[in-house]
């Protein structure tokens, strides 16, 4: 992870004026309490960086990268940025409204054996063995307290994953290796007692393998983190590091650095961050499809091919009720493309700002799968706006998508392809503009 301080690019945003209260934590306003748990049911990309970005940078990465998750250094007199100028609750309550989903990151005590000059300095997880490593233990349950004030006063409600961020150390010294685990045992039985779910951050080569030996080998007999956030910066963007067995936190119970440090640039506004991917809680689940016209109407299809005029079939009761939902069409549908159905056809043509005409157009299928709200949507973004998004691809380029509800790689590949048809940056990400030459029938 980001250990030292980072400049985000251009500075979108100037500071407000703040009160700083403890630890480097800016409070410029009171915390509230109804936002929603995090990181929730998540699948996709994520990053960190030492840092909290300004909220210009913030909005620049969500309309323009596929990062839906974001590391934030919250607490820990171990931290390489421990002044955040930005991280105040008005900044996690907007992020949280805006769609993402944070990773609230403590780096405090260091294990005795750290491989790290820079912490040798510092206070260290105590190796001493008396009473089950008690000293190593009161030190976890301290850092947890702190921890969970500091996410309070941020506005991170209950249930919402605190993660500990062991570097990398020396695994072989029997005392350093069990004070580390006690130690994250007793991290992750506070957080319990408080109403928090706990995660760890590790090298995959020394804390992460150190716990799945224990988990492995010694079942019960140490308290296992929630959740595993695995560094292993082997570029590949999944779930799985050869220091881990397949059985340990699973399933949807990993987050994957698999990239270190890098510059990006996304919306103009270039970071330098860790990349990662994850797949937490129920991961991105997908809800049921809604049952249309009572039933009697399939949406889903990866073609949409021109109806006229004396058509009949599956498609012409699309076609009758994508309209009828619209208030456009008031008749049966029955699957016949009569008279009636086509001016309800013209008629919707020409709100639309299309030429008048009795077909369904290639043009009008287009703005009527999409027509609705203007949701952002990327990569691990779920349900109906997404179905749309497939939809109006699938007619307007012939993208062949499975329409899944889910955002996933074929959706980005078909966004972008769809972005540079129309002459736009292909981000692959459904924006505003996206949604308006949708919505406009472009194709």
């Not at 947890?144 to 941020?154: D, P, Q, S």
Request: charged share 20%; aromatic share 8%.
């Amino acid at each position: 992870m980001r250990r030292t301080r980072t400049t985000a690019g251009r500075v979108l945003a100037a500071l407000t004026s703040t009160v700083v209260l403890g630890a480097g934590l800016s409070l410029a306003e009171p915390a509230r309490a109804d936002n929603v748990v995090t990181p929730g049911n998540f699948t996709g990309y994520g990053f960190d960086q030492c840092l909290a970005p300004t909220q210009g940078a913030m909005n620049a990465w969500r309309r323009a990268s596929q990062y839906t998750a974001v590391g934030i250094y919250i607490s820990g007199a171990s931290r390489g940025c421990p002044d955040q100028p930005n991280l105040t609750p008005r900044w996690v309550r907007r992020q949280l409204a805006g769609g993402w989903r944070l990773l609230p990151i403590t780096l405090g005590p260091q294990a005795w054996c750290t491989t790290r000059e820079r912490y040798l300095s510092q206070v260290r997880i105590s190796p001493t063995r008396g009473n089950r490593y008690s000293r190593a233990r009161a030190q976890g349950r301290a850092e947890a307290r702190r921890t969970v004030g500091v996410a309070r006063r941020l506005g991170i409600v209950r249930r919402s994953t605190l993660w500990y961020d062991l570097e990398a150390f020396d695994i072989s010294p029997v005392r350093c290796r069990q004070s580390a685990l006690r130690f994250l045992g007793a991290w992750t039985n506070e957080l319990h007692r408080r109403g928090y779910v706990s995660g760890v951050y590790s090298s995959a080569a020394s804390g992460i393998a150190m716990l799945d030996d224990a988990r492995v080998n010694s079942p019960g007999r140490y308290r296992m983190p929630d959740r595993v956030w695995i560094a292993d910066w082997n570029g590949r963007r999944d779930l799985s590091s050869s220091y881990v067995r397949d059985g340990g936190w699973r399933p949807h119970r990993r987050v994957h650095q698999y990239v270190g440090g890098h510059n990006e640039t996304h919306g103009g506004v270039t970071i330098n961050i860790d990349r990662n991917w994850l797949s937490l809680g129920r991961g991105s689940a997908v809800p049921d499809e809604p049952k249309h016209c009572g039933g009697a109407a399939r949406y889903n299809f990866r073609r949409y091919p021109v109806h006229t005029v004396g058509d009949r079939g599956t498609r012409v009761r699309t076609v009758q009720c994508l309209l009828k939902s619209k208030g456009a069409y008031s008749g049966a549908v029955d699957g016949v493309y009569d008279a009636a159905l086509g001016r309800a056809v013209s008629r919707y043509r020409v709100s639309r700002g299309l030429a008048a005409g009795s077909s369904t157009s290639r043009s009008t299928w287009v703005a009527m799968l999409a027509q609705g709200g203007y949701p952002l949507r990327k990569y691990g973004s779920v349900g109906r706006a997404v179905r749309r998004v497939q939809r109006a691809l699938n007619a307007a380029d012939s993208a062949g998508l499975a329409v899944t509800g889910f955002y996933n790689r074929p959706t980005v590949r078909a966004v972008r392809h769809y972005q540079r048809s129309q002459g736009r940056v292909a981000t692959g990400v459904t924006n505003l503009r996206v949604w308006r030459l949708l919505r406009a029938g472009r194709h």
